[in-house]
């Protein structure tokens, strides 16, 4: 809006001190009169209309549609303070009534007309309260009023429609949502927080990216700006701009440094998020750490449906203690007994991991690998960082494993909502039906760090896709054992693995719950995540990445199970040639099974673990 509209409460008192200069007395023509033309309406379609008085900030974006029969050729519009005839403040008076009733009293008031297809949609939008005195507190109308080519003008008024009563009111700022792949997201309102911490270790590569929104009190983002160890923030002089949604990649190898990102609304109000990074050194000067992060009964399960607590716990004491040095007293991690993830600080005392996990959402897996699409900044995520990916880029190896059913397994990189099967992590990080118009997944764990493009489940929600396979698990589609995958390079270097990973006998006994007889249901294994199927490859026009090395490949209960041959464990090998920075450190793959040995035989997770720690030096 321009001066035109400046002094219009002035206005206003001088046109109601004349109050008696209405049109006539036989008021408005209106729908019913046997003599009305129709006259073009508009409706106000931002900020939405939902009744009583609204709260609006003083600067505010008004946009409106043309809706009647006859489409308006021209637009003017005005905003008022809700003052009487007398020009005095009151919130008793029915404005709306009286324009109706005498619209002569506001001719003054209104803007010039306007095309309503004038050039930058200046004929369906306007901003009051940037060259306009808006009052704190007090309530005031806008109005818009359509012309056709005729020169019919509109001549009735409704709250409903293109009139609005709203209370100007004060905001703290925007919401600001930042977010970073690996330091999850941080939300921040006004200038009063105080920098969110972190610690990570020297030279771990970090980008932020971040959006606003002051939907809340409907208003608009006018920009954003941020700059690292800002020297003064109030003779800070960086530009806000509405293109300055990420920061450039840094690594920082030692200090403290502090981010600032600041996002305006068109009123000037501003929100201030700050975090400050603390480089801390990483020893790693430990040979094995524990994550016991499988959340189990603390009972033995009849139908082994799922192991007792112990029996977990035992299992996979019994493997990491196949490695020397390994202090079952000092090594282990409970998430369930501390209610959180190993500290970055614990994490860099180790060079090699062992993290099982289980799909319930109460668990820290979830948290770690869980991701933050670049197009939804402000997704809901835990503050855990993304553990895993740092110590991987830091040249430390990972085993990770458990139950990938549901949730778990590196499907807990996807919102909830996203979960559907086969899933492209490059383009469907939010969900199924991607354009690529977010291509931030290839930023995520099992894409950047695990090399995997496409995930799917033996049990899951499925596509309803024409080209997706059929899935019928009774005695087809569940897995009955895995075969190790001898063609993969990095697998066939290792001696030592078993050629056949076998349930457990009694895991397929008559009466368990993944029993095989014929009679069973599911009749078969199901706890299990699927990757790279080359059924779906083809049809999102995909290869493996070059990093994408086979382990163990499924065995269907059903040859003709599109399942059958596809990808369970696999080599992590992205990082395998970063050498910790440690005595005694060496580069070697990680490991990941997409589905929890304890059901397997246990001499062929003895095994396996003889091959991985041999590969790790311990």
Request: aromatic share 12%.
């Amino acid at each position: 809006m321009s001066g035109r509209m400046a002094g219009y409460i002035l206005a206003a008192l001088v046109l109601f001190a004349s109050a008696g200069c209405g049109r006539d007395d036989t008021g408005p023509i209106g729908p019913g009169d046997p003599d009305s033309i129709a006259a073009p309406s508009l409706t106000i379609t931002w900020p939405p209309y939902a009744g009583g008085i609204h709260q609006y900030l003083e600067v505010t974006r008004f946009s409106w549609s043309s809706t009647g029969e006859e489409p308006s050729v021209d637009v003017r519009y005005f905003a008022t303070m809700l003052v009487d005839t007398n020009g005095n403040y009151d919130t008793t008076f029915d404005m709306v009534m009286d324009i109706n009733e005498n619209p002569a009293r506001y001719d003054t008031l209104w803007s010039d007309w306007i095309s309503y297809i004038a050039p930058d949609d200046s004929g369906r939008t306007t901003i009051i309260g940037d060259d306009e005195l808006l009052t704190y507190g007090r309530r005031h109308y806008f109005f818009v009023q359509g012309r056709d080519g005729d020169g019919n003008v509109t001549e009735v008024f409704e709250r409903a429609t293109n009139a609005r009563l709203f209370t100007v009111t004060y905001s703290s700022g925007p919401v600001l949502y930042i977010a970073e792949r690996v330091l999850a997201n941080f939300i921040f309102i006004g200038t009063s927080f105080s920098p969110e911490e972190r610690k990570l270790p020297p030279g771990i590569s970090i980008s932020f990216y971040w959006a606003g929104n002051a939907d809340q009190y409907s208003s608009e983002i006018a920009g954003y700006r941020y700059g690292w160890d800002v020297t003064s923030l109030e003779h800070w002089d960086a530009p806000f701009e509405m293109a300055t949604t990420r920061s450039a990649t840094v690594a920082f190898f030692s200090g403290v440094h502090t981010l600032t990102v600041e996002t305006s609304d068109i009123a000037g109000n501003i929100t201030r998020g700050q975090i400050t990074i603390e480089v801390v050194p990483w020893e790693m000067d430990r040979d094995l750490l524990l994550v016991d992060d499988y959340y189990a009964p603390s009972y033995p399960v009849p139908n082994l449906s799922s192991p007792a607590e112990s029996e977990h716990d035992a299992f996979w004491t019994s493997i990491c203690s196949r490695a020397a040095g390994f202090d079952e007293a000092r090594d282990i991690y409970d998430t369930y007994s501390w209610s959180r993830a190993p500290s970055i600080d614990l994490i860099g005392q180790y060079r090699n991991i062992v993290w099982t996990y289980s799909p319930e959402s109460a668990n820290r897996w979830s948290r770690v690998v869980e991701f933050t699409p670049e197009s939804a900044p402000g997704v809901s995520r835990d503050e855990t960082p993304n553990l895993i990916s740092i110590f991987l880029e830091k040249g430390g190896h990972v085993w990770t494993s458990g139950r990938s059913d549901g949730g778990g397994g590196l499907a807990a990189v996807l919102q909830d909502k996203a979960r559907i099967f086969p899933i492209d992590i490059r383009c469907e990080i939010n969900g199924p039906g991607g354009d690529c118009s977010d291509n931030s997944g290839v930023e995520s764990l099992p894409y950047r760090d695990y090399c995997v493009t496409v995930i799917d489940k033996v049990v899951g929600r499925f596509r309803t896709d024409s080209s997706m396979p059929s899935r019928t698990l009774h005695h087809h589609d569940v897995l009955r054992s895995a075969l190790r995958d001898d063609g993969d390079p990095v697998t066939a270097g290792c001696t030592g693995l078993p050629e056949i990973l076998a349930l457990r006998d009694e895991v397929t006994a008559a009466g368990s719950f993944f029993c095989t007889d014929s009679t069973c249901s599911p009749g078969g294994f199901t706890y299990v995540e699927v990757y790279d199927p080359d059924y779906w490859l083809p049809r999102i026009a995909a290869a493996s990445r070059y990093c994408f090395h086979p382990l163990y490949r499924m065995r269907a209960a059903s040859p003709s199970s599109v399942l059958d041959g596809q990808t369970v464990a696999i080599w992590v090998t992205r990082f395998d040639d970063v050498v910790p920075d440690t005595p005694g450190g060496i580069a070697a793959p990680s490991v990941h099974f997409g589905l929890p040995l304890w059901f397997f035989r246990h001499e062929s997770a003895d095994s396996i673990a003889d091959v991985v720690f041999e590969r790790w030096g311990i």
